[in-house]
């Protein structure tokens, strides 16, 4: 049974930093691409960062370019997202999410074979 776990949300002021972890069990993460995604309190889910199955080549959300950071550890099967310079904008339940079969597609949520359950951020003055 595949599960996503995701961790390292809370409650952060602006300008600072999180980083959010996504533990893999159940499926090979060097296989799969994986991303995050968000969504606001009356939004749709939006795509914030994807990672390559090979780790190679990362992808963001015009949004968090030069702020955020995505990787992942393959020996781990985890997945990260490194936030900086935190916005109130960058307020969300945060989704972590597995794509089997490369990168096409990568930030549509339709696209993606299995999700975790959500880990809250929550950017205070």
């Known amino acids: 049974q595949v599960q996503l776990v995701e961790s390292g949300g809370g409650l952060v002021q602006a300008g600072g930093s999180l980083r959010l972890s996504c533990a893999a069990a159940?499926?090979?993460?060097?296989?799969?691409?994986m991303a995050w995604f968000r969504q606001a309190p009356g939004k749709e889910r939006e795509f914030v960062a994807a990672i390559s199955w090979t780790g190679g080549s990362t992808y963001y959300t015009d949004s968090v370019k030069g702020r955020f950071a995505i990787s992942k550890d393959n020996a781990k099967a985890m997945s990260f997202l490194q936030m900086n310079k935190i916005d109130f904008e960058d307020t969300a339940m945060y989704y972590c999410?597995?794509?089997?079969?490369?990168?096409?597609?990568?930030?549509?949520?339709?696209?993606?074979?299995?999700w975790g359950q959500g880990t809250q951020v929550t950017v205070s003055s």
């Open positions: 159940g499926l090979m993460v060097n296989n799969y691409a």
């Open positions: 999410a597995a794509k089997l079969n490369g990168v096409l597609g990568l930030k549509l949520p339709r696209n993606y074979d299995y």
